[in-house]
C-alpha cells in the first residue's frame, strides 16, 4: 500500500525557514519511473507545483520559486524534504506531497497546512 | 506560468451528465497529451482519476471519461452519483521549467 505523510510546523513566523518532510511507504525512492513532488495550495486559491525529485536525484523547482525552495531525499529512510526560506504570509496554505508517476500524480499525502503569522 | 482557467462550479442531477473544462495555452495543455484530472473530498488529499488526457487508473469508474481539444482539456462524469461530489482539479505538464500547473479547481454538487 504506497503512503505519503507530510510533517512539520504548522506556524511559522516570516522570515523564517520552513522544512517540510515527506515519509513514504509502499513504493522505493529509486524506483526509476517514480518521483515525488511538493505542491501547495493557498486558502481561496489554485494549486501550485513547487519542486521535483527523481529517482536518480534529478531536482526540478518552480520558475518563481526557484531562489527560495530545494528539495532533497533520503532513499534509505523514505523520506523527501522540502526547504523554503524567507517565509512570507503569501507562503501560508495546505503543502501536500505526492508521487510522481511519469507525469501525473498518482498519491498523494493528506496535507499539511502552513500559516506564516506573526 | 498561469494557472489553467476551471469553471467555479458545476451541478448534476443523479444520472446526469457534467462535463468540466480546463483550459491553458500551446504551452501546457496544448504542447501535450500529459493532461490528469484529481478528485478531492473535504479534508483529504487529491485522488487521481485521469492521466495522459483520458487514461483511468484502476478502480476509477469508467464513468469518468477525460478528452482534449487543442488548449482545453475536459473532464465528463456520466451518470452522476452522490459520491461524485467534491473538488475537481486538472494538471498539464508545461514546455517551462515549472513543470506543473493547476486549474483552480471546480465544486461539483450532486442536487
Known amino acids: 500500500q504506497v503512503t505519503l505523510k507530510e510533517s512539520g510546523p504548522v506556524l511559522v513566523k516570516p522570515t523564517e525557514t520552513l522544512t517540510l518532510t515527506c515519509a513514504v511507504s509502499?513504493?522505493?525512492?529509486?524506483?526509476?519511473?517514480?518521483?515525488v513532488s511538493w505542491i501547495r495550495q493557498p486558502p481561496g486559491k489554485a494549486m501550485e507545483w513547487l519542486a521535483r525529485i527523481s529517482s536518480t536525484d534529478e531536482r526540478s523547482y518552480s520558475t518563481s520559486l526557484r531562489s527560495r525552495v530545494a528539495i532533497s531525499k533520503d532513499t534509505s529512510k523514505g523520506q523527501v524534504v522540502l526547504i523554503m526560506t524567507n517565509m512570507d504570509p503569501v507562503d501560508t496554505g495546505t503543502y501536500y506531497c505526492?508521487?510522481?508517476?511519469?507525469?501525473?500524480?498518482?498519491?498523494w499525502g493528506q496535507g499539511l497546512p502552513v500559516t506564516v503569522s506573526s | 506560468q498561469s494557472a489553467l482557467t476551471q469553471p467555479p462550479s458545476v451541478s448534476g442531477s443523479p444520472g446526469q451528465s457534467v462535463t468540466i473544462s480546463c483550459t491553458g495555452t500551446?504551452?501546457?495543455?496544448?504542447?501535450?497529451?500529459?493532461v490528469s484530472w484529481y478528485q478531492q473530498a473535504p479534508g483529504t488529499g487529491p485522488r487521481l482519476i485521469i492521466y495522459e488526457v483520458s487514461d483511468r487508473p484502476s478502480g476509477v469508474p469508467d464513468r469518468f471519461f477525460g478528452s482534449k481539444s487543442g488548449n482545453t482539456a475536459s473532464l465528463t462524469i456520466a451518470g452522476l452519483q452522490a459520491e461524485d461530489e467534491g473538488d475537481y482539479y486538472c494538471?498539464?505538464?508545461?514546455?517551462?521549467?515549472?513543470?506543473?500547473?493547476f486549474g483552480g479547481g471546480t465544486k461539483l454538487t450532486v442536487l
Open positions: 500551446s504551452s501546457d495543455v496544448g504542447a501535450y497529451d500529459r
Open positions: 509502499g513504493f522505493s525512492l529509486s524506483h526509476p519511473r517514480l518521483g
Open positions: 505526492a508521487r510522481v508517476l511519469y507525469y501525473a500524480f498518482d498519491y
Open positions: 494538471s498539464s505538464y508545461t514546455t517551462s521549467s515549472t513543470l506543473w500547473v
